[in-house]
Structures are given as C-alpha cells and as structure tokens.
C-alpha cells in the first residue's frame, strides 16, 4: 500500500526563521509530489515536483524533491505569522486515475 | 475564475439518516475527485470521474456510499444510512486532463454523524 509519511507533525517557531519540513513516501509507480498549504479550509496547491533535484522557488518557499532516496523537503525562510498552516504532501501515484495519497500533514505555527 | 465549490460546509445528521454532498468544480475540470479526512487520520482517495464516468471508485468504503456525476459537471456524493464511523471532512477536488493534472481542492464538507 503506498505510504506517505511527514515530519516533524507539528512546529513552532518565531517570525523571522526558518524551517524545513520533510516527506518522505513509498508508492508504486511515483509520478509526481504535490505540496499543499492549509489554512481554515481548502488546500492551496504550492508545488508539484516530477524530477529529482530540480528546485522550486516561490518568494520565501522553496521545495526539491530526492527521487533515488524517496524524499521531498519544504523550507520556508524568514517565517511570517501568516505562513502558519498545515501543509500537506502528497503523492500521485501511476495508472490512470492519478490519485493522490496524502501525509498527515505538518502543523506550523509562526508566533509574533 | 470560480474555484472548487463545495456544499453543505457542514452537516449534522443522525445514525442511520441520509445525507449528500455536492462539489461543483473548477469550469472545464473532466477529472473529479473525492476524498475523505477522519479525525486524526490523513485524507484518503475515495474515487474519481472523468467527465461522467468513474474511472476509480477503489476508495469507496461500502455500499452505503454513492457517487454520481449526470452530465459531467457537478457531483454528488449520498451516504445512505450514515454510521457514526462517516464522520469526517469530506473533500472535493477537479484537474484538467493535460500533462501536469494538478489537484484544486474544495473547502470540504465536515460530516458529523451523532
């Protein structure tokens, strides 16, 4: 069964650090990893990564994906209050249905 | 653009009564997905439309859950009796069918089943 698995469950920093957030999966068949952030309600896609090694920037979030070792991190620099979130990772699996098979999510908190 | 809409955001229902779920996504979205989150659990694949048809409905935990999608734009999703054990947010999300096929979600229906 493909298996998505993400540390640390939750975290707290202050504004102005940095974090990294880690994914780590087994799936038969990988196709992609997807990044989510979840504020109150719907999660908002932040990445999608098919190829090792190859960062993706998006102002102070940045993500890179580790294929031969089945991991992806996220980092955020320079943390805002609003970065706090839980963010998801996900992973699409083969075939053709594309369905994703999530973690249980990192729960960030950025205090003032 | 109009994103992923789902309603109720909420519903309250007793054991064995009936309950359904709609999810209107993204304006040209064929692809169509549920899924669940229980308490304490990660959210979980329940099926998946292309336009009209179920391509995988692998997820589906039993009978008691059915899935429609007449037309090939909104969907539906009736649970029918409802268990105590169908408590949950129940999330929506629609990709196009193109190379990349990434996933929007919807806000979810939160389901409590007393």
């Known amino acids: 069964e493909d298996k998505v698995v993400q540390s640390p469950l939750s975290l707290v920093v202050h504004e102005g650090d940095t974090v990294t957030l880690n994914c780590s999966y087994e799936v038969t068949n990988f196709r992609s990893l997807l990044w989510y952030k979840q504020e109150k309600k719907a999660p908002t896609f932040l990445f999608m990564l098919?190829?090792?090694?190859i960062e993706k920037k998006s102002g102070r979030l940045s993500s890179i994906l580790d294929k031969k070792e089945l991991f992806s991190i996220l980092n955020i620099t320079a943390t805002q209050t609003g970065d706090s979130a839980v963010y998801l990772c996900?992973?699409?699996?083969?075939?053709?249905?594309?369905?994703?098979?999530f973690g249980k999510g990192t729960l960030l908190t950025v205090n003032p | 653009e109009a994103g992923v809409t789902q309603f109720p955001s909420h519903s309250v229902i007793e054991k064995g009564q009936t309950v359904t779920l709609r999810c209107d996504p993204i304006?040209?979205?064929?692809?169509l997905y549920w899924y669940r989150r229980v308490m304490g659990k990660e959210i979980k694949f329940l099926l998946h439309?292309?336009?009209?048809?179920?391509?995988?409905e692998s997820g589906m935990p039993n009978n008691r859950f059915l899935a429609e999608r007449t037309g090939g734009t909104y969907s539906t999703l009736k649970v029918q009796p409802a268990e105590l054990e169908d408590s949950g947010v129940y999330f929506c999300?629609?990709?196009?069918?193109?190379?990349?096929?990434?996933?929007?979600f919807g806000a979810g229906t939160r389901l409590s089943v007393l």
């Open positions: 098919t190829s090792s090694g």
């Open positions: 996900a992973v699409e699996s083969g075939g053709s249905n594309y369905k994703l098979t």
């Open positions: 304006s040209g979205h064929d692809n």
């Open positions: 439309f292309v336009k009209e048809s179920k391509q995988d």
């Open positions: 999300a629609s990709s196009q069918v193109d190379s990349k096929n990434i996933q929007y």
